[in-house]
Nanobody, 120 residues
Framework: QVQLVESGGGSVQPGGSLRLSCAAS????????MGWYRQAPGKERELVAD???????NYADSVKGRFTISRDNAKNTVHLQMNSLKPEDTAVYYC??????????????WGQGTQVTVSS
């Protein structure tokens, strides 16, 4: 079985920073794209940023220049450095990964979510 475990959420004042981490574990052959999504109350889940296994990145316009996604392929982890946080960044943040399993087969997995609250 494969699990994605997130960490690093919390509460911060506007202008502050947080770093989210997500680690994939289990019977993993390899990991393709990894990414972060978020869902605010009453809104649909949206892509924040993603990164390919080769390191190509993609960001939502709303976070460009403030957030940085990175990954460690050896540890099957992905990170999201969030700077200059705004109240509108408040949401539950979810990690997503495309996992290649032994077999082989390919599946999408989601983490359990971590709350980020930006408030004064």
């Amino acid at each position: 079985q494969v699990q994605l475990v997130e960490s690093g959420g919390g509460s911060v004042q506007p202008g502050g920073s947080l770093r989210l981490s997500c680690a994939a574990s289990g019977s993993i052959f390899s990991v393709n794209a990894m990414g972060w999504y978020r869902q605010a109350p009453g809104k649909e889940r949206e892509l924040v940023a993603d990164i390919s296994s080769g390191g190509s990145t993609n960001y939502a316009d709303s976070v460009k220049g403030r957030f940085t996604i990175s990954r460690d392929n050896a540890k099957n982890t992905v990170h999201l450095q969030m700077n200059s946080l705004k109240p509108e960044d408040t949401a539950v943040y979810y990690c997503k990964a495309e996992i290649i399993l032994f077999g082989p087969s390919r599946r999408q997995y989601w983490g359990q979510g971590t709350q980020v609250t930006v408030s004064s």
